[in-house]
Structures are given as C-alpha cells and as structure tokens.
C-alpha cells in the first residue's frame, strides 16, 4: 500500500517496500522557547533555517507545526506554510487539531499534503476528515479518543479501525490513512514500548496502513536517549511503522541501517553513502 505525498516540485512515496520516509519534526515550537518566541515576533528566519537543515540531514517530509500560545494559529499556520514551502520543495506534514487552522493552511497548499492529526474522538473525526476530504490528502490517525491513550494493544487496534472505516465511508481511501500508535515513555512504564511494538503489529496485519510514530517519546526522562531512540526505531521499522516523526539528524543513520537489514537498500548504496558523508564531516 503507498501513500504518496507532494509538493510542486517532489513526491514522497511511503511503502513498507520501500525506504523509510523520515518526517522531519522540528518545526514545531513545543519545547522550543527560541523558536516559540521567534514566532510571537513575527520572524521566520529560524523557521526557514530549520527547514534548510532538516532536509540537508535527510528529512523527506517536513513537519509544520503552529501551536504559539496567544497567536493566532490559522494565520500563522498559513504563513508557516507558505515560507516552508518557499523555502525548500520537499512535501509538508502540516500539524494541527484545530480545523480552522488546518484550512486555512491546507487552502494555500500546493499540492498533496499529510494531515497531521485526526483521532478517535468524534469531535475529531466529524471536524477533521471532512477536511481532508476537501482538500485531497493524507491524514494522520492517532489511535486514542476521549478516555486518552488505551494502555493495550486491542484498544488502540480498535480506535485505528474507527479512524479507518469514518474516512473510508467520506471516501478517503485507505492508503491515504497513515496510523500513529503512539509511543510513551518507559521510564515511566518499562512495558509502554512493547504495547506499540505489538499495536503496530496489529494494524499492519489487519489494516494493513502505513504508519507514523513520535520514536522519541520512548525515551523522554532518560539518559543517552539517542542509544534507546534508535533501537527503538529499528524495531518499530521492523514491526512496521514506514514514515516515523523524528529528528533527523539525530537517528537517519540508525534508520538507514534498519532498511539495510531489512532489504530496502541494494547494494548497500544508501548505508555507505552516508557513512561516507559522516567521515567527510568528521575530518573537515
């Protein structure tokens, strides 16, 4: 099944046959009080300089956020947007819960983007996906609603089958669904990594979507994060997630390696490659 992603210039085609999509994540001010205050000023120059940066690390797809406290989301979102956009030719994710936000973002997209997100809560579905109709593209399913993340694997299977079968009937088809699991961190409970490995799992044998994941959530609170953020996303890769949320730099290697084993890399070209490119940065 592929979801295909575009932009004016690029596609973006997400299949379990095929490389590993790598959404980028850090256009989003959560966390970021440089970014958020840069946004509350009205300057975009860090915005399009993250969007620089992640696609020169590997990002395929960039991940537009817009939730700065006290802005108004719909207008920055769109201008978001449209500097991203400007500034590099790679398909958008573009990141919000609020339906206005999102049309307004979605109205001056260029082509076909993700949608992230819509849950399982009716509020969510009935607001979202009509959306996502509207416009033709992609969105993604986070597998909670209104009692929050399940804390099992058939709960979540079933909100995943709920986002699926409401967009299927608004005539989304289901290749243009892509399904979060969700990820907690096991630092706070050492079996929330295996309830996601066995929920993808799930969704891949009975639903058979593509699939996104926030890895680094796995590891929030602990130490050397990088070590736990990639073999957790080797194995959530394995499992069957296809285009994860992360920080590309951080992990593309760690990425590159699971598509190797995993038999998406002939000859080994990407791999080398960009080992390659790591010697050349280290020596420079």
Known sequence: METV????????????????VLIGERINPTGKKKL???????????VRQEALDQVKAGADVLDVNAGVPG????????????????????PLCID?????????????????????????????????????????????GLTMDEAGIP???????SIAVRIVERAEKLGIPREDIVIDCLTLTVGADSKAGLVTLETVRRVKQELGTNMTLGAGNVSFGL???????GIFLAMVIAAGVTCPIVDVAKVRSAVLAA??????????SRYIQDFRGRQRNQTA
């Open 5 to 20: 992603l575009i932009s004016p210039k690029k596609k973006a085609v997400i299949a379990g046959s095929r490389p590993t």
């Open 96 to 140: 919000s819960n609020s339906p206005d936000a999102l049309k307004a973002a979605l109205a001056v997209y260029k082509g076909k983007p993700l949608v992230n997100s819509v849950n399982g809560e009716e509020q969510s579905l009935s607001r979202i996906l009509p959306l996502v109709k509207e416009y033709g593209a992609a969105v993604v």
């Open 71 to 90: 802005a108004d989301e719909a207008a920055l979102l769109k201008e978001m947007v449209q500097v991203v956009s400007a500034t590099m030719d790679v």
């Open 259 to 268: 598509d190797l084993v995993l038999g998406r890399d002939d000859y080994a």
């Open 36 to 46: 958020t205050a840069a946004l509350q000023a009205g300057d975009m120059d860090i």
């Open 223 to 229: 130490p050397d994060r990088s070590l736990l953020n």
């Open 151 to 157: 804390d099992t694997a058939d709960k979540r299977l």
